[in-house]
């Protein structure tokens, strides 16, 4: 039996979604379906129409990333949700290697290491994320520091995400941060696979390049606000 992945592809103006939707459907993985949300694109949403017979696809108002993740994980049918970036791509394997880590540990959520690519696909830097042992109290520590799961690169039950609750659209650059500790203090276990599965993008339009103030900004409150609550939940799994 395999357990049905969503893959939710948020889109706004991006002229690299034909290869996100390409590699999310060309999964080894035998049970997935792919979601994009448009987010009001009116730039290069005609790339998306090779694909409509295999996709869902769902268009919006804009308001940004995190509604558009809200929108596709509830009309996701799977059991299990990933998100891709419409600038990123999957190798063939993720999900496959993905769900089988998973089940070998029983786990809720993992993440996974990735590439670093530029607008050409040339790796700027290999294994871009921080590694860990298998030990999911290093991933606990590491929050004290900073932010070590890439978003795209996760895997995590659909029934996990609605325990806590959607994606924060006030965290307008850093909602994926946001949602990462509340996971932590619900007790959610974040499983490390040291694979690199997918390639993360920079490019001159990507939001990482772009909005730096206001991703530091936001960065520094969610910390400020998460970080005394972490402290004395990691001292309890000691």
């Not at 990735?114 to 830097?125: F, G, P, R, S, T």
């Not at 999911?136 to 995590?156: A, D, H, M, S, W």
């Not at 500790?181 to 920079?202: A, K, N, W």
Request: proline share 5%.
């Amino acid at each position: 039996m395999f357990p049905k992945v969503s893959i939710i592809i948020p889109f706004y103006n991006c002229s690299y979604v034909q290869q996100a939707v390409e590699s999310a459907l060309n999964q080894t993985y035998p049970n997935i379906e792919v979601i994009v949300v448009d987010d009001g694109s009116f730039k290069h949403a005609y790339k998306l129409r090779p694909y409509l017979k295999d996709i869902t696809y769902v268009r919006k108002a804009n308001g940004g990333t995190a509604t558009a993740l809200n929108l596709g994980i509830s009309r996701a049918k799977g059991d299990y949700i990933a998100w891709l970036s419409s600038d990123d791509y999957f190798l063939p394997e993720k999900i496959e290697r993905q769900m089988a880590f998973m089940k070998e540990r029983n786990a809720d959520f993992s993440f996974t290491n990735y590439h670093y690519i530029d607008k050409d696909e040339n790796i700027l830097i290999p294994w871009c994320g921080k590694r860990f042992t298998n030990d999911y109290r290093e991933v606990y520590l590491y929050f004290l520091q900073g932010n070590p799961v890439n978003g795209c690169t996760i895997l995590v039950k659909k029934s996990i995400l609605e325990e806590v609750g959607e994606f924060d659209p006030s965290c307008r650059y850093t909602h994926d941060y946001d949602m990462w500790f509340r996971l932590l203090l619900s007790g959610c276990h974040m499983h490390y696979l040291d694979e690199v599965l997918i390639h993360f993008r920079t490019h001159e339009e990507a939001g990482t390049s772009k909005f730096q103030p206001q991703i530091q900004e936001e960065i520094l409150m969610l910390e400020t606000k998460y970080r005394p609550l972490l402290g004395p939940y990691i001292l309890g799994l000691y």
